[in-house]
């Protein structure tokens, strides 16, 4: 079992900074896929960020220019920095790493925006 464990949540107002942190009981290197997610209430989960083991990087439109996801391999962390946050952007983070046949989520932490 892979364990990932997020933090770096809290409240914000809009225009303010967050920086979040997902720690894995593995090395992520090894890992194909590591990805930050999240979910409003009453919505559905959806793609914030993507880092992949070959060195891709994918953000949803909605983030894109304002998020940026790093790794530090040394650590088996990864990082998600969200800069500009706006209202729309409340929702729980998730943490998750992807293998060809299993993907691994964390418990999430709350992100709220709001003035």
């Known amino acids: 079992q892979v364990q990932l464990v997020e933090s770096g949540g809290g409240l914000v107002q809009p225009g303010g900074s967050l920086r979040l942190s997902c720690v894995a009981s593995?090395?992520?290197?090894?890992?194909?896929?590591m990805g930050w997610y999240r979910q409003a209430p009453g919505k559905q989960r959806e793609l914030v960020a993507t880092s992949s083991r070959g060195g891709t990087i994918n953000y949803a439109d909605s983030v894109k220019g304002r998020f940026t996801i790093s790794r530090d391999n040394a650590k088996n962390t990864m990082y998600l920095e969200m800069n500009n946050l706006k209202p729309e952007d409340t929702a729980v983070y998730f943490c998750?790493?992807?293998?060809?046949?299993?993907?691994?989520w964390g418990q999430g932490t709350q992100v709220t925006v709001t003035s």
């Open positions: 998750r790493a992807q293998t060809f046949s299993t993907s691994y």
């Open positions: 593995a090395n992520i290197f090894s890992i194909a896929t």
